[in-house]
Nanobody, 124 residues
Framework: QVQLVESGGGLVQAGGSLRLSCAAS????????MGWFRQAPGKEREFVAT????????YYADSVKGRFTISTDNSKSTMYLQMHSLKPEDTAVYYC?????????????????WGQGTQVTVSS
């Protein structure tokens, strides 16, 4: 299994931006589909965005489409989530996840490895 470590979370005002990073161990990063999920207090963990192993295909939750951008740098074994126009409802712990194979998924159950999470807090 690949080991994942998120970073980049923090406190930001509404309308601001943050970039999350997810660093993966091992040399097989380019063989995994990747995804970002988030979990707000008292709520289920929900899908945010996913990217294919080549980085060519991406898919977003409607709630973040047009504001968030998912990307990967296979040379650094790192995935990113650039977040703009942040809203208080984006406040959550953000998790990255890896899935063996070419494609990511919107389903939590289809991922093989998870990071420990990074807190994002958006103040109004």
């Amino acid at each position: 299994q690949v080991q994942l470590v998120e970073s980049g979370g923090g406190l930001v005002q509404a309308g601001g931006s943050l970039r999350l990073s997810c660093a993966a161990s091992g040399r097989t990063f380019s063989t995994y589909g990747m995804g970002w999920f988030r979990q707000a207090p008292g709520k289920e963990r929900e899908f945010v965005a996913t990217i294919s192993s080549t980085g060519a295909s991406t898919y977003y939750a409607d709630s973040v489409k047009g504001r968030f951008t998912i990307s990967t740098d296979n040379s650094k074994s790192t995935m990113y989530l650039q977040m703009h126009s942040l809203k208080p409802e984006d406040t959550a712990v953000y998790y990255c996840a890896a899935r063996r194979g070419r494609w990511g998924s919107v389903k939590r159950s289809e991922y093989d490895s998870w990071g420990q999470g990074t807190q994002v807090t958006v103040s109004s």
